[in-house]
């Protein structure tokens, strides 16, 4: 094939004469407007070949189905006058036709437009090297957006017979291709690490640490980028949660995530479809979750769809990987305080198993790490040593892979425990007071998982699941008087505490593409729940409890697209718990405009309704013990939110700015009052409301990236114990700003970061001995540098970290324990959150 030359306009200009020249000039931009001469010379050439070259020749873009084409065989030697002719007489022969959508000619077929009305195209998003499936990618197909599954799993039906997608998911380069219908179609994306090195696509586009903005109160991230943020590599999931608006950051909660406001046991972590109830963590050393083992990590903060049930707070969904089938690897952290490991082996050509085990080899809590009252004098509190143990152990399992049908499947597993104990005695003011401590917690869960696309691009899936939480809790307290008349002092207490939580779950979910305007979904599940709970104080028997339930669920949502920039979700959740003989209606609907390239608003609102209750047990000296409880709707009344979610973001280039506002209810919240000074031992019903802003922005530019947030917010709560002219007061969660922000710099192989936190604090828990009015803020700068090198096939990342690098003293207060020391005044033990604290880690990939 040969491109025949064009005119070179410079030699033809009269130097004598400007005016021929403008005259000149304006032919030639009118023959760059209007048309370019052709030359196309070939013998029998496939016509895919010969488009390409005509695309190289004369710089023109073409979308075409490289394999359909390639099946014509072209013979000319003829010249057009522009590019249309050309295409024209090159396909008048065959059945395909053209049309042009910006700068870009699309060809496709005509001979299924004769029978066919509607076309399906489905098919899987998956990794390019491991061969992992990538939940939740964004596809946009004719410029029609939608979302894939749990497994990468997505399903479209249009009138167009040709489609051109633009596919990502975080952390991997953007691609662009053209489809004709049909299943099974795989869509792999390259990643932009590979083991420990990075990769460079040239011409790509990367999509890099999170998304927020696609949905109302929705933020999506790329895990990946957590190992290069401060830490010791073990808690890298945790880390990157924290530092997410809405998410609370300061008080350093160890067990749990505080989201918008909401209350312990009202937010839900799930890994790979089951609920993780929560260990321990102290002082963040150690993620709820295996880093090695997340994949995708999804945040929603409020205003969630149908989908979703049993939780009126947020939820964070975390994806785990499934391996890769085609070499196995070996992972390996190293760090100052655990020891990490996965292992994944392909054992057929489609499917992986996957082994991970942490594990602490010392004492995680130094000796400063508890003391009383953080260093801070006030009456009535004094400053005591001891000297923790905390052991803390996880192990994951997990077999996936995929039929030859292109059917997904996998069965994960996990099990996890930790061990927390300290022991004090003291003398204080002619009196001794000892404390003993021994806590156990062991989470367990698994799931399994199948899910099938069928031949009419209707895709479901069927998931089964349990988990569980056992919590032991040994204290023991004394108060004893070493001389003097100091008036009576507080009884002891030894008392044994247990909490199981057991949950059981099948569910269904499918997903039905009408048409390229609308997507329904709709999904059943089964529910069985039990809790047991006992206390036990000196061979007798204080309190026992062992309830059941067991519940269905129904739920139908439809997505429908009635304009280009418009996405409407209504939807609707039924739940019946049997043992209350009642239907819980909970509408809920979602909804997108984009109001240009650059901005979209959302909106969500809804009903949520949850059926276990994690209710929390108070004394007068302020401290608070969580129950596992279920719902009775006497004592224990089902809990119901109402979530009502606004946003506005703006997108350009590298640049996103994103502001979201919330207000939300709760009714149906239980506290237990135990006051032995007053003889009050009763539970009371309270009701709460939320609500507040966040406001974020990020910027990357290059290999860099950095981002801030504002989070302004306010929790209330009401209960019929406060007084008669008190309406609200502050919850014990409430905290009224936080500022985050974090900076990572890419200076491959070296890697800096640094994020800080700022919070005003919180009400301190009830005490006699306590100004409620109390709020020590919260302050955290850490720094962390990161070294990558690879030899071959081996990768290793050395990273060193500074936690707390200006030695703030702040304060967990979920850890407070308040023990009588006389009849009016107590002694404070609260854990220090993390203080000046070096970190050093070595990750090796292989």
Avoid: C
């Amino acid at each position: 094939m040969n491109v025949k030359p064009g005119i070179n306009i410079w030699s033809i200009l009269p130097r004598t004469s400007a005016l021929l020249f403008l005259l000149v000039l304006l032919l030639s931009f009118q023959q760059l407007l209007f048309g370019q001469s052709v030359t196309i010379k070939a013998v029998d050439e496939p016509l895919n070949q010969v488009l390409m070259q005509m695309a190289r020749d004369y710089r023109i873009q073409l979308s075409f189905d490289d394999q359909l084409l390639s099946a014509y065989s072209i013979t000319l030697d003829q010249d057009f006058n522009n590019p249309e002719e050309a295409i024209t007489f090159l396909i008048k022969d065959y059945p395909l036709d053209f049309k042009q959508i910006g700068d870009v000619f699309t060809l496709y077929s005509t001979e299924a437009e004769q029978t066919v009305t509607n076309f399906r195209l489905s098919g899987r998003v998956i990794d390019s090297q491991t061969g992992e499936t990538l939940p939740y990618s964004h596809i946009l197909i004719n410029e029609s957006g939608l979302v894939t599954d749990f497994n990468g799993n997505f399903s479209f039906v249009s009138t167009d017979s040709l489609f051109d997608l633009s596919v990502s998911y975080l952390g991997y380069y953007i691609k662009d291709t053209t489809l004709s219908p049909g299943a099974a179609n795989v869509l792999a994306l390259t990643p932009s690490i590979i083991g420990l090195q990075e990769v460079v696509v040239e011409g790509s586009i990367l999509e890099r640490s999170g998304q927020i903005g696609e949905e109302a109160g929705l933020i999506r991230l790329n895990h990946k980028i957590a190992y290069r943020l401060p830490g010791n590599g073990d808690n890298a999931v945790f880390n990157f949660l924290r530092l997410q608006p809405g998410i609370l950051a300061a008080g350093e909660r160890s067990s749990e995530l505080i989201i918008w406001g909401s209350y312990s046991g009202h937010s839900k972590i799930l890994f790979d479809g089951f609920t993780i109830f929560g260990l321990k963590n102290f002082n963040d050393n150690i993620s709820f979750v295996n880093p090695y083992m997340a994949k995708d990590i999804k945040v929603l903060k409020g205003g969630y769809s149908a989908d979703y049930d049993d939780r009126v707070g947020g939820i964070v969904d975390i994806s785990g990987i499934n391996g890769s089938v085609n070499k196995p690897s070996i992972n390996v952290n190293i760090n100052n305080m655990t020891l990490n490991g996965m292992a994944s082996i392909p054992v057929t050509k489609r499917s992986s198993l996957i082994f991970a085990y942490r594990h602490t080899y010392y004492n995680l809590m130094d000796v400063d790490d508890l003391n009383i009252s953080g260093g801070r004098p006030s009456p009535g509190k004094y400053d005591i040593n001891i000297y923790p143990d905390y052991n803390f152990g996880d192990f994951n399992i997990k077999y996936a892979g995929s039929t030859s049908g292109g059917d997904n499947f996998f069965i994960s597993l996990y099990n996890g425990k930790d061990e927390f104990s300290y022991d004090i005695e003291q003398e204080r003011n002619n009196v001794n007071v000892s404390l003993d401590v021994e806590e156990e917690n062991r989470q367990r869960g698994g799931s399994a998982f199948y899910g099938k696309t069928w031949k009419n691009g209707v895709n479901s899936h069927l998931s089964i699941s349990a988990s569980g939480l056992n919590k032991e809790l040994y204290e023991k307290q004394l108060a004893t008087r070493t001389s003097g008349n100091g008036g009576n002092l507080p009884p002891g207490r030894e008392v044994l505490f247990n909490n199981d939580i057991l949950e059981l779950s099948v569910k269904n979910k499918t997903r039905i593409p009408l048409s390229k305007r609308q997507m329904l979904e709709a999904g059943w599940n089964y529910t069985h729940e039990s809790v047991s709970f006992s206390q036990d104080s000196l061979d007798q028997t204080l309190a026992n409890s062992d309830n059941q339930s067991h519940r269905l669920g129904f739920f139908v949502q439809d997505e429908i697209r009635p304009l280009k920039r418009l996405s409407i979700r209504p939807g609707v959740r039924l739940d019946y718990p049997i043992h209350l003989e009642r239907v819980y209606i909970q509408p809920r609907i979602q909804l997108t405009l984009d109001l240009s390239d650059h901005w979209r608003f959302n909106v969500a609102a809804g009903m949520y309704n949850q059926f276990i209750s994690e209710t929390s047990v108070i004394d007068e000296l302020g401290n608070v013990r969580y129950v596992w409880a279920i719902s009775n709707n006497t004592d224990i009344p089902v809990l119901k939110a109402n979530h009502f979610v606004s946003g506005l973001t703006y997108k350009y280039k590298g640049f996103t700015l994103g502001l979201e506002g919330y207000y939300k209810t709760t009714t149906g919240i239980t506290r237990y009052r135990n006051f032995w000074r007053e003889d009050i031992q009763d539970v009371y019903q309270g009701e709460a409301r939320m609500y507040g802003m966040d406001l974020m922005v990020k910027q990357y530019f290059r290999k860099h990236e950095a981002w801030a947030s504002y989070t302004l917010s306010k929790t209330e709560e009401s209960f019929p114990y406060l007084p008669e002219y008190v309406d609200y007061v502050d919850a014990p969660q409430d905290q009224r700003h936080e500022i985050k922000g974090a900076l990572l710099l890419n200076f491959s192989p070296f890697f800096f970061s640094t994020n800080y936190v700022y919070g005003s604090g919180f009400r301190p828990p009830p005490s006699p001995d306590v100004d409620p009015e109390d709020r020590y803020p919260y302050s955290r700068l850490d720094m962390a540098l990161i070294y990558r090198h690879s030899i071959k096939s081996y990768h290793f990342e050395l990273g060193i970290s500074i936690l707390n690098v200006l030695n703030h003293e702040n304060i967990k207060y979920t850890n407070v324990i308040r023990i009588p020391d006389s009849q009016n005044t107590s002694i404070s033990i609260h854990a220090e959150a993390v203080p000046f604290t070096p970190t050093i880690y070595l990750n090796m990939a292989f």
